[in-house]
Protein backbone atom coordinates (compact mmCIF):
# COMPACT_ATOMS: atom_id res chain seq x y z
CA UNK A 1 0.00 0.00 0.00
CA UNK A 2 1.20 3.27 -1.25
CA UNK A 3 2.27 6.09 1.93
CA UNK A 4 1.20 9.30 1.83
CA UNK A 5 2.66 11.88 -0.54
CA UNK A 6 2.83 15.56 -0.82
CA UNK A 7 3.17 17.89 -3.47
CA UNK A 8 5.42 19.94 -3.98
CA UNK A 9 8.36 18.51 -1.96
CA UNK A 10 10.23 22.26 -2.26
CA UNK A 11 8.49 25.85 -3.18
CA UNK A 12 10.04 29.06 -2.82
CA UNK A 13 7.83 31.85 -2.94
CA UNK A 14 7.75 35.83 -1.97
CA UNK A 15 6.01 37.73 0.57
CA UNK A 16 2.71 38.55 0.12
CA UNK A 17 1.72 35.79 -2.63
CA UNK A 18 -0.02 32.29 -1.96
CA UNK A 19 0.35 28.65 -1.95
CA UNK A 20 -1.03 25.52 -2.45
CA UNK A 21 0.10 22.26 -0.86
CA UNK A 22 -1.47 19.02 -1.97
CA UNK A 23 -1.80 15.41 0.37
CA UNK A 24 -2.87 12.55 -0.54
CA UNK A 25 -3.63 10.20 1.96
CA UNK A 26 -3.60 6.14 2.18
CA UNK A 27 -5.50 4.51 0.28
CA UNK A 28 -8.77 4.12 2.41
CA UNK A 29 -7.65 6.63 4.76
CA UNK A 30 -10.50 9.32 5.26
CA UNK A 31 -8.85 11.75 7.92
CA UNK A 32 -6.10 14.29 6.65
CA UNK A 33 -4.41 16.26 9.09
CA UNK A 34 -1.99 19.01 8.83
CA UNK A 35 0.99 20.37 10.71
CA UNK A 36 3.64 22.98 10.31
CA UNK A 37 7.33 22.76 12.04
CA UNK A 38 9.52 25.85 12.25
CA UNK A 39 12.50 25.31 14.53
CA UNK A 40 11.26 27.75 16.72
CA UNK A 41 7.25 26.47 17.27
CA UNK A 42 8.12 22.94 16.95
CA UNK A 43 4.88 20.91 15.44
CA UNK A 44 2.12 22.61 15.34
CA UNK A 45 -1.45 21.33 14.07
CA UNK A 46 -2.81 23.22 11.35
CA UNK A 47 -6.61 21.35 10.90
CA UNK A 48 -7.61 17.92 10.72
CA UNK A 49 -10.34 17.09 7.52
CA UNK A 50 -12.89 14.10 7.69
CA UNK A 51 -14.77 13.50 4.85
CA UNK A 52 -14.72 16.63 2.99
CA UNK A 53 -15.50 18.65 6.92
CA UNK A 54 -13.17 20.07 8.59
CA UNK A 55 -13.42 18.60 11.80
CA UNK A 56 -10.87 20.30 14.34
CA UNK A 57 -8.76 23.75 14.19
CA UNK A 58 -5.38 25.20 15.29
CA UNK A 59 -4.52 28.15 16.48
CA UNK A 60 -3.70 30.00 12.85
CA UNK A 61 -4.62 33.19 11.28
CA UNK A 62 -7.83 32.60 8.62
CA UNK A 63 -4.34 33.39 5.60
CA UNK A 64 -3.88 29.27 6.31
CA UNK A 65 -7.36 27.32 5.19
CA UNK A 66 -7.82 23.60 3.65
CA UNK A 67 -10.01 21.73 1.95
CA UNK A 68 -10.68 18.10 1.28
CA UNK A 69 -12.19 16.18 -1.97
CA UNK A 70 -14.79 13.19 -2.20
CA UNK A 71 -11.31 11.14 -3.27
CA UNK A 72 -10.30 12.08 0.57
CA UNK A 73 -6.83 13.97 -1.10
CA UNK A 74 -6.73 17.32 1.21
CA UNK A 75 -5.39 20.87 -0.39
CA UNK A 76 -3.97 23.75 2.08
CA UNK A 77 -3.51 27.06 1.06
CA UNK A 78 -1.91 29.94 2.52
CA UNK A 79 -2.32 33.39 1.29
CA UNK A 80 -0.41 36.68 1.79
CA UNK A 81 2.73 34.86 2.37
CA UNK A 82 4.71 36.45 5.44
CA UNK A 83 8.65 35.11 6.30
CA UNK A 84 7.43 33.72 9.36
CA UNK A 85 5.76 31.01 7.21
CA UNK A 86 8.69 29.20 5.80
CA UNK A 87 8.26 26.14 7.53
CA UNK A 88 7.88 22.48 6.77
CA UNK A 89 4.84 21.63 6.08
CA UNK A 90 3.33 18.05 7.07
CA UNK A 91 -0.11 16.13 6.15
CA UNK A 92 -0.83 12.57 8.42
CA UNK A 93 -3.68 10.67 7.58
CA UNK A 94 -5.41 8.03 9.60
CA UNK A 95 -8.00 5.31 8.66
CA UNK A 96 -11.07 4.45 10.09
CA UNK A 97 -11.26 2.57 13.81
CA UNK A 98 -7.17 4.11 14.26
CA UNK A 99 -5.90 7.02 15.27
CA UNK A 100 -2.35 6.04 14.82
CA UNK A 101 -1.31 8.88 11.98
CA UNK A 102 1.28 8.19 8.90
CA UNK A 103 2.95 11.00 7.58
CA UNK A 104 3.70 12.48 4.56
CA UNK A 105 7.27 13.32 3.66
CA UNK A 106 6.61 17.17 3.87
CA UNK A 107 6.44 19.89 2.16
CA UNK A 108 9.11 22.46 2.64
CA UNK A 109 8.14 26.46 2.21
CA UNK A 110 10.75 28.93 1.63
CA UNK A 111 9.24 32.65 1.79
CA UNK A 112 11.83 35.35 0.76
CA UNK B 1 -3.77 24.14 26.89
CA UNK B 2 -1.84 20.99 27.52
CA UNK B 3 2.45 20.63 28.28
CA UNK B 4 4.07 18.10 26.59
CA UNK B 5 7.58 17.80 27.68
CA UNK B 6 10.18 15.60 26.47
CA UNK B 7 13.56 14.82 28.08
CA UNK B 8 16.58 14.93 27.76
CA UNK B 9 16.51 17.79 24.77
CA UNK B 10 20.04 16.25 23.28
CA UNK B 11 21.62 12.39 23.58
CA UNK B 12 24.48 11.70 22.16
CA UNK B 13 25.51 7.81 22.42
CA UNK B 14 28.00 5.38 20.85
CA UNK B 15 26.56 2.46 18.91
CA UNK B 16 25.25 -0.57 21.14
CA UNK B 17 24.54 1.54 24.08
CA UNK B 18 21.19 1.56 25.71
CA UNK B 19 19.25 4.94 26.48
CA UNK B 20 15.55 6.28 27.41
CA UNK B 21 13.69 9.00 26.32
CA UNK B 22 10.96 10.46 28.53
CA UNK B 23 7.55 12.18 27.77
CA UNK B 24 5.29 14.12 30.37
CA UNK B 25 2.11 15.60 29.49
CA UNK B 26 0.55 18.07 32.22
CA UNK B 27 -3.31 16.70 31.17
CA UNK B 28 -5.58 14.04 30.10
CA UNK B 29 -5.59 12.43 26.73
CA UNK B 30 -6.98 10.00 24.57
CA UNK B 31 -3.76 8.53 22.85
CA UNK B 32 -0.38 8.98 22.73
CA UNK B 33 1.97 8.22 20.04
CA UNK B 34 6.01 8.25 19.45
CA UNK B 35 7.53 9.33 16.22
CA UNK B 36 11.28 9.06 14.41
CA UNK B 37 12.25 12.45 12.67
CA UNK B 38 14.75 10.77 10.21
CA UNK B 39 17.06 13.87 8.87
CA UNK B 40 15.08 14.19 5.58
CA UNK B 41 12.05 15.52 7.74
CA UNK B 42 10.07 12.07 7.51
CA UNK B 43 7.80 11.30 10.54
CA UNK B 44 8.07 7.78 11.35
CA UNK B 45 5.26 6.48 13.49
CA UNK B 46 6.83 3.97 16.10
CA UNK B 47 4.03 3.94 18.62
CA UNK B 48 0.68 4.45 19.06
CA UNK B 49 0.52 3.22 22.68
CA UNK B 50 -2.32 5.28 24.91
CA UNK B 51 -1.61 3.37 27.84
CA UNK B 52 0.72 -0.57 28.68
CA UNK B 53 3.34 -1.08 27.11
CA UNK B 54 4.65 -2.59 23.87
CA UNK B 55 7.85 -3.64 22.30
CA UNK B 56 8.86 -3.85 18.58
CA UNK B 57 12.09 -4.86 18.09
CA UNK B 58 14.92 -3.33 19.43
CA UNK B 59 12.06 -0.17 20.58
CA UNK B 60 9.87 -0.39 23.51
CA UNK B 61 7.53 1.66 24.84
CA UNK B 62 5.77 2.39 27.97
CA UNK B 63 2.62 4.78 28.79
CA UNK B 64 1.14 5.55 32.46
CA UNK B 65 -1.59 7.47 31.45
CA UNK B 66 -2.72 8.03 35.23
CA UNK B 67 0.83 9.71 35.88
CA UNK B 68 1.02 11.40 32.69
CA UNK B 69 4.05 10.06 31.70
CA UNK B 70 5.70 7.69 28.63
CA UNK B 71 8.87 6.09 28.09
CA UNK B 72 10.54 4.92 25.12
CA UNK B 73 13.14 2.94 25.60
CA UNK B 74 16.04 1.85 22.66
CA UNK B 75 18.21 -1.11 23.24
CA UNK B 76 21.45 -1.71 21.72
CA UNK B 77 21.45 1.25 19.87
CA UNK B 78 22.54 1.72 15.99
CA UNK B 79 23.71 4.92 14.08
CA UNK B 80 20.11 4.51 11.83
CA UNK B 81 18.33 5.65 15.13
CA UNK B 82 20.00 8.78 14.76
CA UNK B 83 17.24 12.04 14.45
CA UNK B 84 14.82 13.54 16.51
CA UNK B 85 12.12 11.42 18.65
CA UNK B 86 9.09 12.87 19.28
CA UNK B 87 5.90 11.92 21.29
CA UNK B 88 2.87 13.46 20.43
CA UNK B 89 -0.48 13.28 22.17
CA UNK B 90 -4.43 13.85 21.37
CA UNK B 91 -5.77 15.72 24.35
CA UNK B 92 -9.17 14.52 25.83
CA UNK B 93 -10.66 18.34 26.44
CA UNK B 94 -8.54 20.45 23.44
CA UNK B 95 -9.79 19.95 19.93
CA UNK B 96 -6.04 20.05 18.55
CA UNK B 97 -5.46 16.44 16.66
CA UNK B 98 -1.85 15.68 18.26
CA UNK B 99 0.11 18.26 20.23
CA UNK B 100 3.81 17.17 19.43
CA UNK B 101 6.25 17.26 22.15
CA UNK B 102 9.59 19.06 21.97
CA UNK B 103 11.42 16.22 20.92
CA UNK B 104 14.96 14.48 22.14
CA UNK B 105 17.67 14.76 19.26
CA UNK B 106 19.44 11.01 19.06
CA UNK B 107 23.02 10.96 17.57
CA UNK B 108 24.84 7.41 17.83
CA UNK B 109 28.28 7.31 16.62
CA UNK B 110 30.22 4.17 15.60
Known amino acids: KAGVTQTPRYLIKTRGQQVTLSCSPISGHRSVSWYQQTPGQGLQFLFE???????NKGNFPGRFSGRQFSNSRSEMNVSTLELGDSALYLC???????????FGPGTRLTVL | GIQVEQSPPDLILQEGANSTLRCNFS?????LQWFHQNPWGQLINLFYIPSGTKQNGRLSATTVATERYSLLYISSSQTTDSGVYFC????????????FGTGTRLQVFP
Open chain 2, 27 to 31: DSVNN
Open chain 2, 88 to 99: AVEPTYNTDKLI
Open chain 1, 92 to 102: ASSGQGTDTQY
Open chain 1, 49 to 55: YFSETQR
